[in-house]
Nanobody, 124 residues
Framework: VQLQASGGGLVQAGGSLRLSCAAS???????VAWFRRAPGMDRQFVAA????????YEEDSMKGRFTISRDSAANTVYLQIDNLRPEDTGVYYC???????????????????WGQGTQVTVSS
């Protein structure tokens, strides 16, 4: 499955964005996650959602402002980000994996398909 991330942009602190991860194939076969690479930092897990959408995993430090969801009919996974902060600046990647389980959900190596990333810049 090929993934395309979109929805990033330049926003002021306190604003919101909804990122989209559109899939070329049946994304319902995969768990999907969002990762973020802040400037000068390693790529960091943000959130993931299982195949059915019934289970969500979130990075503890991001709970409350980041909401992941999926629309299988639209073959798309979303990441809603509210109350944006300057430290949320970075490139956001979506990734899909067919063998993701709870113990490896935050591990980048669990995901075989990656989108190109979308840039989010938050100004103070």
């Amino acid at each position: 499955v090929q993934l395309q991330a979109s929805g990033g942009g330049l926003v002021q602190a306190g604003g919101s964005l909804r990122l989209s991860c559109a899939a070329s194939g049946r994304i319902s076969r995969y768990a999907v996650a969002w990762f973020r690479r802040a400037p000068g930092m390693d790529r960091q897990f943000v959130a993931a959602i299982n195949r059915s959408g019934g289970k969500i995993y979130e990075e503890d430090s991001m709970k409350g402002r980041f909401t992941i969801s999926r629309d299988s009919a639209a073959n798309t996974v979303y990441l809603q980000i509210d109350n944006l902060r300057p430290e949320d600046t970075g490139v956001y990647y979506c990734a899909a994996g067919a063998s993701v389980i709870s113990s490896n959900v935050a591990n980048q190596n669990a995901y075989s398909n990656w989108g190109q990333g979308t840039q989010v810049t938050v100004s103070s």
